[in-house]
């Protein structure tokens, strides 16, 4: 288990294990060119890159496989169940779920968090609360705002520091009986802090409150333990672990999933069906109706395997390299200034440079091969405590090389040049 | 520079902006002209640059105001961002002092021809899409007015 205090250290031990020009050969798409120069692609915490043999999965199973599942006598639609079923259970092993019935297959984190808010309207009423992060994805807080209009619970926000630190004492103070949920991100797609989900799950437990972890940004770059971790929800998205998009997964305890009422109605979540009653079917298929992503479900199970391989502890080690070297240089034009400054985060470097507009950095940028991200990173709140209107945001994967981060930086010295 | 002459109409000023860009030889030029555009244009009153005047992209923000004189819709706008600014100074270039009926009828075609495209892009979201939605639908109003 790499917890968050164990990522830094383990880094640099396994430093030299990964041969990123070996495995930039799996990724098609870094041959690319875009608008003349060569792709430098530091986008990775909207989306990460598809290696190969992800890939290569997808086609085999519209080449060979393609059926619908659980739901046919005929050979296909087993095979193809067989398929899904695996990589259910390569999620649950990847993950350290108990059961493989406690992994809901979801079109995303999105879809996973919809689900469980919507889980608990049933479970809330007013007086009750529920605490979010100052750090979050501002469209995950919308779900909640909507569960607190149909129940009438109240949020509440943990908030943040200059660092873009989660302020613990104030969560402490925020912890309540009233307190029924607690909804933070692993790590912050924004500033890529680390949170100390750990501490936060223990200490929501000690008031009975339940804890949802949006992984999203946190499984690309560590294993989370749900059972080490005692997480009560733990949500993510393939996409940006080298799967393909519209498929993700919910993590839930079996309890809770058994206490939470089915989300939408349709075929597969049921047992029996009459006029005048519906009998839902067992875990996970009550969380799951309709036709699912199957392929995209098989491609996340072959995108795990393709991380494993590599080992995470490799990634962590080499995106910590790469984050430094990026962070010292970056930090070497004069007014540039980075946001989100932990001691605990990942291999994204939010910035600015005083004086210019990051758009205008992001456009001069992409002219020359260099996807970044700019604007609010959908964490407007965030944007707001630090009174800016957005950064740009470089995100390293594990395929990224040093080069590819001189690129950036000279990008940044051309764009600060021309614009100001 | 502003010597008085006969008013030109869009597809004159078009033309000269497409005529102008091919001048340039590669996208640093281009940028860079955009980028000076952007820096010394005062395009809106202060006293405009109101919460009611705002076209919230997701990237950049944008101003637009309209008035009509003498039967011409004049438009002035502004943007926190640089390129974003110069984009619009070259749109209110062609947009401004006509005849709403013109306005309607104008598309911004010339905006691919000058190697822009991307920037009218709705995925960027920064605000100038909305933009020209706005002016035509000012347009339109005045046009109404007119009738
Ligand atoms: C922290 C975090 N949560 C949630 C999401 C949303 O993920 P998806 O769009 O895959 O549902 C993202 C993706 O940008 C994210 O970074």
């Known amino acids: 288990m790499v917890s968050e205090y164990h990522f830094n250290q383990t880094s640099r031990n396994f430093a030299l294990m990964l041969n990123v020009n070996k495995i930039r050969e799996d990724f098609p798409i870094l041959n690319r060119k875009v608008n003349g120069k060569p792709l430098v692609y530091f986008d990775n915490a909207a989306t990460s890159q598809t290696p190969q043999q992800v890939i290569d999965v997808i086609v085999d199973y519209y080449s060979n496989f393609n059926a619908n599942i659980h739901r046919g006598v005929h050979t296909l639609s087993q095979e193809a169940t067989d398929l899904y079923e695996q990589a259910r259970i390569k999620i649950q092993k990847h993950f350290n779920a108990k059961y493989s019935h406690e992994i809901i297959m979801t079109s995303g984190t999105t879809h996973s968090i919809n689900l469980v808010a919507n889980g608990f309207s049933a479970l809330l009423k007013k007086g009750d609360e529920i605490l979010v992060s100052a750090l979050e994805h501002h469209s995950n807080i919308v779900p909640w705002q909507m569960l607190c209009e149909r129940t009438g619970a109240q949020l509440r926000v943990i908030p943040m520091n200059q660092q873009g630190e989660l302020i613990l004492s104030d969560y402490d103070a925020l912890l309540s009986e009233h307190t029924k949920l607690v909804f933070v991100n692993h790590i912050s797609n924004a500033l890529g802090t680390i949170n100390p989900v750990k501490t936060i799950i223990d200490k929501a437990h000690q008031v009975g409150a339940a804890v949802l972890i949006d992984g999203a940004q946190a499984c690309p770059h560590l294993i989370p333990d749900v059972q080490d971790l005692d997480v009560d929800f733990y949500v993510t998205s393939a996409h940006k672990i080298c799967g393909p998009t519209g498929v993700g997964m919910l993590y839930g305890k079996e309890a809770w999933l058994n206490k939470l009422p089915p989300y939408q109605g349709g075929g597969e979540m049921i047992a029996e069906v009459t006029f005048e009653k519906t009998t839902y079917a067992d875990l996970p298929h009550k969380f799951e109706a309709g036709t699912p992503n199957i392929c995209g479900g098989i491609a996340f199970g072959a995108a795990l395997d393709y991380m494993n391989a590599i080992g995470f502890e490799n990634i962590a080690a080499y995106e910590k390299e790469l984050l430094d070297y990026g962070t010292q240089q970056l930090l070497e034009i004069e007014g540039l200034k980075i946001y989100g400054v932990s001691e605990n985060k990942t291999s994204v470097i939010s910035f600015n440079i005083e004086g210019i507009h990051p758009y205008d950095i992001g456009t001069i940028l992409d002219k020359m091969g260099i996807a970044v991200r700019t604007g609010h990173h959908c964490a407007q709140p965030i944007m707001d405590f630090y009174k800016i209107p957005g950064t740009v945001r470089a995100s390293f994967a594990f395929y990224n090389t040093k080069s590819e981060i001189d690129a950036l930086v000279n990008g940044v010295k051309k764009a600060k040049m021309m614009l100001s | ?147």
């Open chain 2, 1 to 147: 520079m502003l010597i008085k002459r006969k008013r030109m109409t869009i597809t004159e000023i078009k033309n000269d902006i497409i005529e102008e860009f091919a001048m340039f030889e590669d996208w640093e030029e281009r940028y860079q002209y955009m980028i000076d555009l952007g820096k010394t244009l005062p395009l809106i009153d202060a006293q405009y640059k109101t919460e009611n005047n705002i076209i919230k992209g997701c990237q950049s923000k944008v101003w637009v105001h309209a008035d009509m004189k003498n039967d011409k819709v004049i438009f002035t706008a502004d943007s926190d961002a640089i390129i974003t600014k110069g984009i619009i100074a070259i749109l209110i270039r062609v947009f401004s002092n006509q005849h709403p009926k013109d306005i309607i009828d104008a598309d911004t075609d010339f905006i691919d021809q000058i190697g822009l495209k991307e920037h009218l892009s709705p995925t960027r979201a920064n605000g100038l899409v909305s933009m020209i939605k706005q002016l035509k639908m000012y347009a339109i109003a005045y046009q109404t007015q007119l009738n």
